[in-house]
């Protein structure tokens, strides 16, 4: 069983940058497919980035290049940057793992202020 904690949100103004962590324990997030989806009131969770486990990475088109998802796997840990903040990123943001099963996070919540 994996458990999944994201931390890193909080208020920004628009044009800023964050950085948002997910910590993982209970397995190592190694062989792991490594996601961020963000989920806004009134629409559904989207998929933003994705990580291999090869370290190869896919972006939605919606980050419009503003968005990098890293990962250290020594930390059990995944990173998604955000540039040039806008209010249109404003959501919860949650962290999911993918390989033999999955798992979520609770989030982190990223309000950009105009």
């Known amino acids: 069983q994996m458990n999944l904690v994201e931390f890193g949100g909080g208020v920004v103004p628009a044009g800023g940058s964050l950085t948002l962590t997910c910590i993982a324990s209970g397995l190592s997030i190694k062989p792991y497919q490594m996601r961020w989806y963000r989920q806004s009131p009134g629409n559904e969770r989207e998929e933003v980035a994705r990580l291999y486990a090869n370290g190869e990475s896919v972006y939605s088109d919606s980050g419009d290049g503003r968005f990098t998802i890293a990962r250290d796997n020594a930390q059990n840990t995944v990173y998604l940057m955000i540039n040039a903040l806008k209010p249109g990123d404003t959501a919860r943001y949650f962290c999911?793992?993918?390989?033999?099963?999955?798992?979520w996070g609770r989030g982190t919540q990223v309000t950009v202020s105009s």
């Open positions: 999911h793992a993918t390989w033999d099963r999955e798992y």
